[in-house]
């Protein structure tokens, strides 16, 4: 998303911001395309979420930090590549570069015929785990802004509900702000354990936090 911004300086400070930032260059080391695998990577270090043998759906993939993670975790030995125990599907309306051993679909989850597509992809079988690092292009207008990223996070809840074993875990991005309230009140309304988890690899000026939710209350209407 372009951001026009008045100075030159601005710009300047977050691309030096970027190239210093500790998590970007732990990326460049250790293969991740993006510093977002940080942020999956301690929440489930806090919460043990990801586990091999499972099928994780990973909404918003691309560019694909967060598949690779769990592409590691389900790994026995913790490898990038070869064997695999466990199933990891990802969606997201941008493309994305293959990672061996996840499945992608590329399509917009608000559209019925990809959400079909994505059902048909888990093939009747309950996801483990849901991961949603989506989230809308920002138009700056809060009230609409929020309608639009409580529309995401209420699709993977449902999706959840649909697709998910009793016990799993659902995990989305949200924003502090208009709205939030709301949607932790969803999320207590649909999971057993609710926690807000800000990770330490979300930068400290953005608003962006995760909602992780364990263990479904009840199923769908």
């Keep these: 998303m372009k951001v026009k911004t008045k100075s030159k300086k601005v710009n300047k400070a977050w691309l030096n911001d970027h190239v210093n930032d500790p998590y970007v260059k732990l990326a460049q080391k250790e293969g991740y395309r993006a510093r977002a695998a940080y942020k999956l990577k301690e929440i489930d270090e806090a919460l043990h979420l990801i586990k091999p043998g499972q099928l994780v759906v990973d909404l918003g993939s691309s560019p694909g930090a967060w598949s690779q993670y769990l592409r590691r975790r389900l790994s026995p030995s913790g490898a990038a590549v070869g064997e695999l125990a466990g199933i990891i599907i990802g969606l997201d309306i941008l493309p ?18 990809v959400l079909a597509s994505l059902e048909a992809a888990v093939a009747g079988r309950q996801a483990d785990v849901v991961v949603s690092d989506m989230a809308p292009n920002l138009s700056g207008i809060e009230s609409a802004d929020a309608a639009r990223i409580a529309h995401l996070v209420e699709l993977a809840v449902e999706f959840a509900q649909n697709h998910m074993k009793p016990d799993g875990a659902l ?32 930068r400290d000026k953005s608003s ?14």
């Design 208 to 221: 962006e936090t995760f909602l992780v939710g364990i263990g479904l209350k009840r199923a769908p209407a």
């Design 96 to 113: 994305m570069e293959p990672i061996e051993g996840v499945s992608f679909l590329q399509g917009d989850f608000r559209e019925p015929e």
């Design 171 to 202: 995990v989305v991005k949200v924003f502090h702000g208009s709205g939030y309230s709301q949607l932790v009140k969803l999320f207590k309304e649909t999971f057993r354990v609710v926690k807000p988890i800000k990770p330490k690899a979300s």
